[in-house]
């Protein structure tokens, strides 16, 4: 059978794979790394569910009422009404909106920019962007997205809240899970994951007390002279003040805020601060989704500077810049001369390093106006899933003046919308793909189209580009020309490898600047990047007492601060509400809420799950396999009941991304992390009760 090359976009590691076709250019089977996502990705394109044609509302919001209409008629009403609201309120009260996928999101940005509007948004303002933000206010550079890269010189890793065998392609495969023997591992997580199988010391803590325990490591580190004081001395600012802060965080005090045995702190500190060098592997969101993540977040990877471990082979590596495609989204022009992003009155410090509005806001704009008022909204991929409190997210939704969003399937989101848009899946759409790669190395490829898409959907790209024309902007916007924007975008591509780039299908490999800058100036070891560049902070050092915070009006130290709804901050609460909610963990069948449709993926999880301890389990009557109400002062929600030892007690786990069953609709909305914004999904009270 013929084959063609393209790249799987099931999460975003955005694999190389072969999709075979029958004699008629049927795609038939996919090959590519023993994943499930890649092969659900035909599942996706033939799912007789799947938006194929433009569709008008014509009921009530919510009530699925659509009619189908031409793709003329459903672009010009989405400029014509995008337009009232400006002409009438101003372009910043049209807000634009990118979810998954993300490859359209540099045309939806200058679709934003271009309008006039600043508040264009994205699902990171609940994802990632937080810990790069504390990353780059502590270090000036990145570590989260070379945590997960294996290095044959670590000899202790310390996973912090992440489970590879669940989240990071290849999964059962990745080097974390096949580490050869005398590796040492410490796992910190309220769930017995599969990786804890396999390590010497499982730190149980109760979620959201991710900084008190970090605080505890650097008061043991301290205390038994485990510093690199000579590292402290020469590269990092505010040192003093921090270690008399720490003093506080005795192993007692911390062993009782986090849930913990005693011994086992102190095992675990002595062996990962002593068995040198050592790794801190680190999840894009488990520590920051809480209502003290940020500087939670910020205590814990200054144990990498600590520690001494900072950017050393075998530590936690600097993230290096490669060779990127041209900026085209106008971000600069929305800097230097559009008004305030959603987020820059609340969030100034998280919107300096994050090119988008802060999303989390939006229920507010739209429902109370503020910090500004939207009033019409743009939206590709969007979820009322992805937002605490969702009803209140649906509520916010449906009292737009104007909304239309682009999708493969409609979900409670899509529901509210005016115009529904079908979109292109990632065999049907071109791409210029620039993959992260690790410390030094990246990836550029372009993917082409393997297959026409189905019915009369399109890229979301180019739909944003046609809205440009539209709208007036017709130069601006290629005229239309998807490939057009991508060439332009290629031109940041250095000329000689442009064209390869475009003609091999396994991408081109493409590394960072700071190797070379490193062994011109007489480093042969390609890491300790600062001995050249010092750190592109406030200090010029690691900053454990941020100035840029201090000055924003935040404590530049990594405060803890108890979650702002658990059993010790609210006990009123937790009287109705005993049990701490925590949500999110990954699992190889899905990503968030893409693959509930899939049914090959519902074999494997067919329901919901609520992960309870039998010791809270017994007392309120819950069997295995039952169903259940898991309720808090948001809401209740059904889940089936999982009833396991896997889970802490006094903590339940509810797995994410279902529309029929939405922990979010739990979720505490009114406790925004100060600095970031993002909210506490894995930390707050609930109550589960069997359903007769």
């Given amino acids: 059978m013929p084959t063609k090359p393209s790249t799987c976009y099931e999460c975003d590691a955005n694999c190389p794979i072969q999709v075979e076709f029958d004699d008629s250019g049927e795609p038939i089977a996919v090959q590519g790394p023993d994943c499930p996502r890649c092969y659900a990705q035909l599942d996706r394109r033939n799912h007789p569910e799947r938006l194929l044609y433009p569709l008008k509302r014509v009921g009530p919001r919510g009530s699925g009422q659509f009619e189908r209409i031409s793709w003329d008629e459903a672009l010009d009403t989405i400029a014509e009404r995008l337009s009232a609201t400006r002409d009438a309120h101003g372009a910043p009260a049209v807000a634009f909106f990118a979810g998954y996928t993300k490859e359209a999101r540099p045309q939806l940005q200058r679709l934003a920019h271009a309008f006039g509007s600043p508040n264009y948004l994205t699902e990171s303002g609940c994802c990632f962007s937080a810990t790069m933000v504390a990353e780059k206010v502590t270090f000036g550079y990145k570590i989260k997205t070379t945590s997960t890269v294996v290095s044959p010189k670590t000899r202790c890793h310390l996973i912090w809240s992440t489970n590879p065998r669940g989240s990071i392609p290849p999964f059962d495969t990745h080097g974390l899970v096949t580490l050869k023997p005398g590796r040492r591992m410490i796992v910190v997580d309220p769930r017995r994951t599969p990786m804890v199988d396999q390590a010497d010391i499982h730190l149980q803590i109760r979620p959201g007390t991710d900084g008190a325990l970090a605080l505890g490591f650097h008061h043991l580190i301290f205390a038994n002279g485990w510093q690199d004081q000579a590292f402290l001395d020469q590269w990092c600012s505010g040192v003093e003040a921090f270690r008399d802060y720490v003093a506080e965080f005795t192993p007692e005090r911390v062993a009782s805020i986090c849930g913990i045995a005693e011994s086992d702190l102190r095992a675990a500190v002595e062996l990962f601060a002593t068995t040198l060098p050592a790794q801190i592997t680190l999840s894009p969101t488990s520590t920051v989704q809480h209502s003290n993540g940020f500087q939670n977040h910020r205590a814990l990877i200054l144990l990498s500077a600590v520690t001494g471990n900072l950017d050393r082979e075998g530590g936690n590596r600097f993230f290096n810049d490669k060779v990127l495609p041209k900026p085209i989204e106008l971000f600069d022009y929305c800097r230097n001369s559009l008004p305030p992003r959603i987020g820059d009155e609340v969030y100034p410090v998280w919107t300096k390093y994050w090119p988008a509005g802060q999303s989390m806001l939006l229920p507010d704009c739209i429902l109370d106006g503020r910090p500004q008022q939207v009033r019409s909204l743009l939206a590709m991929g ?56 690790c410390a030094y190395q990246g990836e550029l490829r372009y993917r082409r189209p393997v297959v026409a898409p189905r019915g009369e959907a399109r890229p979301d790209g180019e739909m944003f580009l046609e809205l440009g024309v539209r709208l007036g902007m017709g130069e601006q916007f290629w005229n239309g020309d998807l490939e057009a924007s991508w060439a332009e975008a290629a031109e940041g591509i250095p000329e000689e490898i442009r064209e390869e780039v475009y003609t091999n299908p396994d991408g081109v490999t493409v590394y960072a600047e700071a190797i070379e800058d490193l062994v011109e100036h007489g480093f042969l070891d390609a890491d300790r990047l600062y001995r050249l560049r010092g750190f592109p902070t406030a200090s010029g050092k690691v900053e454990f007492d941020a100035a840029e915070l201090r000055a924003a009006g935040h404590e530049g130290l990594p405060i803890y601060r108890e979650p702002a709804e658990s059993p010790l901050s609210t006990p009123e609460i937790a009287r109705d509400y005993p049990l701490v909610l925590t949500s999110g963990a990954r699992t190889k069948f899905d990503t968030h809420s893409q693959h509930q449709y899939i049914q090959r993926m519902r074999r494997a999880i067919p329901n919901p799950l609520v992960e309870i301890h039998p010791r809270d389990a017994e007392p309120r009557g819950i069997q295995d396999g039952a169903p259940v109400q898991v309720s808090s002062p948001r809401g209740a929600v059904r889940f089936v009941a999982r009833v396991t030892e896997r889970i802490k007690p006094g903590v339940v786990h509810c797995t994410h991304g279902w529309n029929s069953a939405n922990v979010n609709e739990l979720t505490d909305d009114r406790h925004l992390d100060p600095i970031s914004g993002f909210p506490p999904f894995k930390s707050s009270l609930c109550e589960v009760a069997s359903i007769t």
């Fill in 382 to 437: 969007i979820n009322t899933a992805m937002w605490p409190n969702s009803k209140r997210m649906e509520q916010a939704l449906g009292s737009l003046d104007f909304f239309a969003a682009t999708d493969f399937f409609h979900n409670p989101a899509t529901l509210q919308a005016d115009i529904v848009l079908p979109a292109a899946t990632s065999l049907e759409r071109p791409a210029l793909i620039a993959y992260p790669g």
